[in-house]
């Protein structure tokens, strides 16, 4: 069985590109830089159903994303999180945060009603995902 993604994150997320292992999704709630790294595996609902090679993969995968995001939305604090109780598949959320955002300095779950983003905003997000030339990332196709 190939890769699905699962219709949570079909439905939440817009394709930024990928790496050798992630897929990397933009939430579309434009109140926070947040985004998600989905391996590309089948039947995974928790990062210890990696592989050693493949966890390896991953974190050098998140580590060089979160670098370039921090970098590109000159953030203050990063939050990383892999939580998934509300969708099963495997996805860790890296988000961009300030000292000023609504839900500092708590996390953003339910503090907001999701802002969709407009293409605009959609576009500027992938403009400053280029500019930061993320090691590894391949733009995702418009």
């Known amino acids: 069985m190939p890769f699905e993604l699962h219709p949570d994150l079909k439905r939440d ?46 974190w050098a995968e998140s580590r060089a994303f979160s670098a370039g995001i921090m970098q590109a939305f000159s953030g203050e604090k990063l939050n990383v999180a892999a939580l998934g109780n509300m969708t099963p598949q495997l996805h860790v959320h890296h988000v961009v945060r300030y000292s ?32 930061a030339k993320i090691a590894g990332l391949v733009d995702a196709e418009n």
């Open 100 to 131: 000023k955002d609504a839900a500092w300095p708590g996390p953003i779950w339910g503090k907001l009603p999701l802002k969709p983003y407009d293409q605009a905003g959609v576009d500027r997000v992938r403009e400053k995902l280029s500019a």
């Open 13 to 58: 997320g817009i394709s930024m590109g990928e790496f050798p292992l992630c897929l990397v999704l933009l939430i579309n709630d434009s109140n926070y830089p947040w985004f998600v790294l989905v391996p590309q595996l089948e039947n995974l609902r928790e990062l210890t159903d990696l592989t050693d090679e493949e966890h390896q993969t991953f």
